[in-house]
Structure formats: structure tokens, C-alpha cells
Nanobody, 116 residues
Framework: QVQLVESGGGLVQPGGSLRLSCAASGSIFRNAGWGWYRQAPGKQRELVATISRSGNRMDADFVKGRFTISRDSAKNTVYLQMNKLTPEDTAIYYC??????????WGQGTQVTVSS
């Protein structure tokens, strides 16, 4: 059973930072393009950022340089560093592994709440 284990969510004040982590098995980590998505209450799930197997990054327009997706091959972990958070960033954040052979996996989600 494939597991993507997310961590790092929580409550943060506006303007603050959080770093989300998504850990996977080595075989999954090495053979996937990775993405972070989010879903706010009453809204559809939306793409936040992706990093391909070759390391190419793409951010959603609303990120505006505030978030950075990265990966650590030694730890089989993908990160989303989020800075300058606003209440509009409140959502459940999910990591996604898009495998080269078409398989696709999701993490369980981690809640991010931005509030004073």
C-alpha cells in the first residue's frame, strides 16, 4: 500500500510561515513528479505548485513567489515552504505523486489555518 505521509500544518498568524512535508517510499519518490494542492471549504481542489522528476518547478499564480516547492532525495520527502501567509491560504493541503506509468497517489491532507 502506497503511503504519502504529510505533516507540518497548523495554525499561523497572517504574515507567518509554515513548511509542509510529504514523505514517501523511495521507489515512489524517485519515479514521481510531485505536486501540492489545496482545498478550501466550499471550493474545488486547486493546484499550488509542482516539481517534475527533472526538477522543473511551476507555481500557481496566487503563490506570487511566497511558496517554494522542493524535495530532498536523501529523505524521500517533498516540501512546501509557505511564507507571507494570508487568511485566503486557509485550506487542507494535499501532496500528490504523479508516476511515470500513470499511477497517481494522494496524501491524507494537512490543515493549514491562517488567522489572528
Amino acid at each position: 500500500q502506497v503511503q504519502l505521509v504529510e505533516s507540518g500544518g497548523g495554525l499561523v498568524q497572517p504574515g507567518g510561515s509554515l513548511r509542509l512535508s510529504c514523505a514517501a517510499s523511495g521507489s515512489i519518490f524517485r519515479n514521481a513528479g510531485w505536486g501540492w494542492y489545496r482545498q478550501a471549504p466550499g471550493k474545488q481542489r486547486e493546484l499550488v505548485a509542482t516539481i517534475s522528476r527533472s526538477g522543473n518547478r511551476m507555481d500557481a499564480d496566487f503563490v506570487k513567489g511566497r511558496f517554494t516547492i522542493s524535495r530532498d532525495s536523501a529523505k524521500n520527502t517533498v516540501y512546501l515552504q509557505m511564507n507571507k501567509l494570508t487568511p485566503e491560504d486557509t485550506a487542507i493541503y494535499y501532496c500528490n505523486a504523479d508516476m511515470w506509468d500513470g499511477r497517481n497517489y494522494w496524501g491524507q491532507g494537512t490543515q493549514v489555518t491562517v488567522s489572528s
